[in-house]
């Protein structure tokens, strides 16, 4: 079973920047994928960024392009989201998902989900 403990939200002024971790725990498969999630007051969750542990594959949606960049320690099993140049739209609970093999940029292909954590970009 694989553990997700996501952390570094919080409130920032637009223009402003956040890094959040990804910290996986557990049995973990030597290929696997954390895909980052969002989810806005009264929307649906959407997807932001996903890597693949492997082949350092990494998808971003046109949203986040040129502002966001995700990486990951593999040592640590851990990835991390750089968000700079923040917008009100960005604010959101953000969250990861773990799963083994490539990444997929659909939740229903994740297995495994952190608890959140609060991103509020204030205008």
């Known amino acids: 079973e694989v553990q997700l403990q996501a952390s570094g939200g919080g409130l920032v002024q637009a223009g402003g920047s956040l890094r959040l971790s990804c910290a996986a725990s557990?049995?973990?498969?030597?290929?696997?994928?954390i895909g980052w999630f969002r989810q806005a007051p009264g929307k649906e969750r959407e997807v932001v960024s996903c890597i693949g542990s492997n082949t350092g594959s990494i998808y971003y949606a046109n949203s986040v392009k040129g502002r966001f960049t995700i990486s990951s320690d593999n040592a640590k099993n851990t990835v991390y989201l750089q968000m700079n140049s923040l917008k009100p739209e960005d604010t959101g609970v953000y969250y990861c998902?773990?799963?083994?093999?490539?990444?997929?940029?659909?939740?229903?292909?994740?297995?495994?989900w952190g608890q959140g954590t609060q991103v509020t970009v204030s205008s």
């Open positions: 557990g049995f973990i498969y030597d290929d696997w994928a």
């Open positions: 998902a773990y799963r083994p093999g490539t990444w997929y940029n659909k939740e229903e292909y994740y297995n495994t």
